[in-house]
């Protein structure tokens, strides 16, 4: 049977939680344009972020390994996709619009730089004269504005509920990029869900990773509670596991399966004491409605702290966050003293478009690969490297 955008709106009216976002009730795009026959505008959007060159880049940008360490450990583009599947999930089970949490959580990480958080870090302190680097902003900017794909509109032009879950999905009472949105207002529960399943994923994928690597080791994990529960629970089922194939993807399945039955579980607790029977209440609720119960909140901090501790700065971490730092600064440096060195098709912004010089390098820095940076960092410094 055939399915038309509004049959699939009539669906979503019909089936959806009272406090879900239609996609029929959306605010629309920046610049308007005809609606598709087959599919809703947050599907539209989804599919839209998909098809981006910087989708397309998280596949080659460090998650917490740089890529050429392995070919076995997460990037952006997986992470991405894994916290994309519980998102999906939680969406699922509270009865929210998939599609809009879907797109959200596809584009939370399209402006991260190249070398993770670090590549981050060291690119805010370089534009700190220039209104500072953010990711959750530059990855609005990505959609907004660098992306090309219309011949009449600059940016995909999605809808301002992706857009502004883009920005607002995290903390963002103290960010610039969020006083188009009004700041006073949360963002639909469908964007909300989005920073807790980004934090699971992440969590999960880098205790699997640190373990496969050989940085963190099991007995660096049993400060966890969460991971003891975790182990516990994978040790009823099998109590041979360390005989068997998977152990290690097993402790991170159960992982994964306790934080999110928690945060499914306490959502739905938090919307039926807070009364919540629609999106307007969600938004004007005054605090994110999306959070871990009180029992898991503590283990999933503690957690953190761990990984922070034994992980994150491990000496080898260290060294390559370290490396990547001086790469970061020395092209954007390089490029500041002679913005020419950037290819025609980027520094033309500077002087058709209006965007400052210092904003045009940071854009060109964001959207590189680390094996991009790589390669243009030799190709500035050494010598014997081809231009």
């Given at each position: 049977m055939l399915r038309t955008r509004q049959q699939l709106e009539e669906f979503e009216n019909r089936t959806l939680a009272p406090y879900a976002m239609r996609a029929a009730d959306s605010r629309g795009r920046r610049f308007p344009q005809p609606e598709h026959p087959y599919r809703t505008a947050f599907q539209r959007d989804r599919d839209r972020i998909i098809h981006s060159a910087a989708f397309r880049r998280l596949e080659y940008k460090t998650q917490v390994f740089v890529n050429h360490e392995g070919d076995y450990y997460r990037t952006r583009l997986t992470h991405t996709i894994e916290a994309a599947q519980?998102?999906?999930?939680?969406?699922?089970?509270?009865?929210?619009?998939?599609?809009?949490?879907?797109?959200?959580?596809?584009?939370?990480?399209?402006?991260?730089?190249?070398?993770?958080?670090?590549?981050?870090?060291?690119?805010?302190?370089?534009?700190?004269?220039?209104?500072?680097?953010?990711?959750?902003?530059?990855?609005?900017?990505?959609?907004?504005?660098?992306?090309?794909?219309?011949?009449?509109?600059?940016?995909?032009?999605?809808?301002?509920e992706v857009r502004e879950g883009i920005v607002k999905h995290s903390d963002f009472r103290h960010r610039p990029a969020a006083q188009e949105f009004d700041p006073s207002l949360y963002p639909c529960l469908e964007a909300q869900i989005v920073d807790l399943a980004d934090e699971i994923a992440y969590l999960a994928h880098d205790v699997d990773d640190g373990l496969k690597s050989g940085m963190l080791t099991r007995a660096d994990l049993e400060a966890s509670e969460l991971v003891r529960a975790a182990d516990r629970a994978v040790r009823g089922s099998y109590p041979d596991i360390e005989q068997r194939r998977g152990g290690r993807y097993q402790l991170v399945i159960r992982m994964i399966d306790m934080m999110v039955t928690d945060l499914i579980r306490n959502i739905d607790r938090e919307l039926t004491e807070a009364g919540i029977a629609s999106v307007g209440e969600v938004r004007r609720a005054g605090r994110s409605l999306?959070?871990?119960?009180?029992?898991?909140?503590?283990?999933?901090?503690?957690?953190?702290?761990?990984?922070?501790?034994?992980?994150?700065?491990?000496?080898?971490?260290?060294?390559?966050?370290?490396?990547?730092?001086?790469?970061?600064?020395?092209?954007?440096?390089?490029?500041?003293?002679?913005?020419?060195?950037?290819?025609?098709?980027?520094?033309?912004?500077?002087?058709?478009?209006?965007?400052?010089?210092?904003?045009?390098?940071?854009?060109?820095?964001?959207?590189?690969?680390?094996?991009f940076a790589l390669d243009e960092y030799r190709k500035l410094f050494d010598p014997d490297e081809r231009v």
């Open positions: 519980i998102t999906r999930t939680v969406a699922r089970a509270l009865g929210l619009n998939e599609e809009l949490a879907e797109a959200v959580v596809l584009s939370h990480d399209l402006g991260h730089t190249p070398f993770g958080h670090a590549g981050e870090k060291v690119l805010n302190a370089l534009m700190q004269p220039y209104g500072g680097f953010d990711h959750n902003a530059q990855s609005l900017r990505t959609v907004d504005w660098i992306e090309e794909r219309y011949p009449q509109f600059r940016g995909l032009n999605l809808t301002f999306a959070s871990f119960s009180p029992q898991m909140a503590p283990q999933v901090a503690e957690l953190k702290r761990l990984m922070n501790d034994k992980l994150y700065h491990h000496y080898r971490v260290l060294r390559m966050t370290q490396k990547a730092g001086r790469v970061l600064t020395q092209l954007f440096h390089a490029y500041m003293a002679e913005p020419a060195q950037i290819p025609p098709h980027i520094a033309q912004r500077m002087e058709t478009e209006g965007d400052s010089t210092p904003r045009v390098i940071a854009d060109y820095i964001a959207g590189m690969t680390d094996r």
